[in-house]
């Protein structure tokens, strides 16, 4: 066996990666990153009805988004055909597998009587012993031990014993001569010295038979680590009736791609009380030992509360990148740096990017579109005068940032004896039309006192309006 630790993620692509298929990836990523390993992608194709090419792009984008960069690959399963066939034939040839010509209506008679007569429903071995030829139609079956026992010394759940004759023959080649999961799996595993493989505990059942074609092949056997299942809020398997799966799915949603990998490396390990954990945090700290065995249950308010983290600590010019898809018309052609002031005034705030862009539409309006009830609550005559008096000085502010806006206001505020709320609802739906925004201050300066000015006076001119229409 190769003495450089050797991790693999071997998905197939008969449609999106989702959740748990993410996280195995994190996990055989760092682990191989944390030993100094390598990461070998595989793309399990055989099954040749359901594999596309869409789905091999949207599993290597969502790899890539997550920043799971692979040593070696991406191998295609199906170009190596020729390679297990030939394995196959070794086997016939040493007698340790075997053509079965059973009918898939035969098999299911027998499945059915086993059932019936309260018996495992397993191949009965019926051509287990004929010396059958490759017919039409025929399989090839592994001869299974029928004595014994076969131990999986798993890494995160010990040891696991199976007995052999439990185990039946399993197909290995299909009549169409693409080789099944679990034969082709090992054969791959094996030929790439893959020294560790990390999967889902639903894959327990297949490892005994795995382990019995290693040794039949005289390869070495990895080390074997079943991670545990992903479930929703309900304690069932995760799936679509809790929400998105896909990772794509929540990039489109406007997530991180750090809130969603430190969200995912939770969900069956832990490090202490620990929540919040950088890439290189994860890779220096990430053991197997420290993978828990119980399910994990997937929270979509703690990664929503972690994306608000991860979007709060942002730089503004990556969040600029991440956001060039999502921002409405009508931010198209404004300039980086005043996007990057929209972005700072409103990402302490946000917990999606999508919410972030949703909630900036007032910085980009050349009209601004009033709440009707805000506005008619808080846009009435009597502050009326104070906006005017506003508008009249702003443009004299220096330097038009946070801090001279503040001294500004405060020295307003004083000279006309009133309490700042009651200018501060009137002027925040001045600026923006609604009841909530980030800190008027900050609006203020990302807009520019000429905006800032244009804006009170339009709502000056909608006050006066509307009290000349109420008195008609």
């Not at 996280?23 to 595989?42: D, E, I, P, S, Y």
């Not at 131990?151 to 001569?177: H, P, Q, T, Y």
């Not at 700072?344 to 910085?363: H, I, N, W």
Request: net charge neutral.
């Amino acid at each position: 066996m190769t003495s450089t630790l050797r991790t693999r993620f071997a998905p197939s692509p008969t449609g999106y990666l989702h959740i748990g298929g993410a996280r195995t990836a994190l996990f055989n990523w760092l682990f191989a990153r944390h030993t100094g390993g390598r990461f070998v992608l595989r793309i399990e194709d055989t099954d040749q009805e359901r594999s596309t090419e869409a789905s091999t792009k949207a599993i290597l984008d969502a790899m890539a988004w997550m920043g799971l960069t692979w040593d070696e690959g991406p191998f295609f399963q199906a170009e190596r055909v020729g390679l297990h066939r030939n394995m196959v034939l070794k086997l016939i040839e040493e007698g340790k597998a075997y053509y079965c010509t059973c009918t898939p209506e035969a098999l299911e008679n027998k499945r059915k009587k086993a059932l019936a007569e309260g018996r495992k429903p397993k191949y009965d071995g019926t051509c287990r012993n004929k010396n059958l030829k490759k017919t039409p139609g025929s399989v090839v079956r592994f001869r299974g031990a029928e004595t014994g026992v076969t131990i999986v010394e798993d890494l995160v759940k010990g040891n696991i014993s199976f007995n052999n004759e439990e185990l039946d023959d399993l197909i290995i080649e299909r009549a169409d001569g693409y080789p099944t999961y679990n034969f082709a799996v090992v054969i791959d595993d094996a030929m790439m010295n893959i020294t560790h493989v990390i999967r889902g505990d639903d894959h327990v059942n297949n490892t005994p038979r795995q382990i019995l074609m290693y040794q039949a092949l005289g390869f070495d056997v990895p080390k074997f680590a079943h991670v545990p299942m992903i479930l929703g809020s309900d304690k069932t398997r995760l799936s679509k009736r809790h929400g998105a799966t896909s990772v794509m799915a929540y990039k489109d949603m406007g997530y991180l791609p750090d809130a969603l990998v430190n969200y995912l490396v939770r969900l069956g390990w832990s490090h202490g009380d620990q929540e919040i954990f950088s890439l290189p945090e994860l890779v220096d700290l990430f053991t197997l030992d420290a993978v828990g065995k119980s399910p994990a249950v997937f929270n979509p308010e703690k990664l929503l509360w972690l994306n608000a983290h991860y979007i709060k600590e942002a730089d503004t010019r990556r969040l600029l990148e991440e956001m060039k898809p999502l921002w409405p018309a009508e931010a198209k052609g404004r300039d980086d740096d005043f996007m990057q002031k929209v972005i700072a005034d409103l990402q302490p705030r946000a917990k999606t990017l999508v919410e972030m862009a949703s909630a900036a539409g007032f910085y980009f309006a050349d009209d601004v579109l009033y709440d009707p009830e805000a506005a008619g609550k808080f846009l009435t005559a009597d502050v009326a005068d104070h906006l005017k008096a506003l508008a009249a000085s702003i443009e004299s502010v220096e330097p038009f940032n946070k801090e001279g806006i503040e001294s500004f206001l405060k020295d307003f505020i004083e000279k006309r004896g009133i309490k700042f709320k009651a200018v501060a609802q009137p002027l925040r739906i001045a600026l923006t039309g609604k009841t909530v925004s980030p800190g008027i201050d900050e609006v203020m300066a990302t807009l520019g006192s000429k905006c800032v000015r244009e804006r009170i006076l339009k709502a000056v001119a909608w006050i006066e309006m509307s009290a000349s229409t109420n008195a008609s």
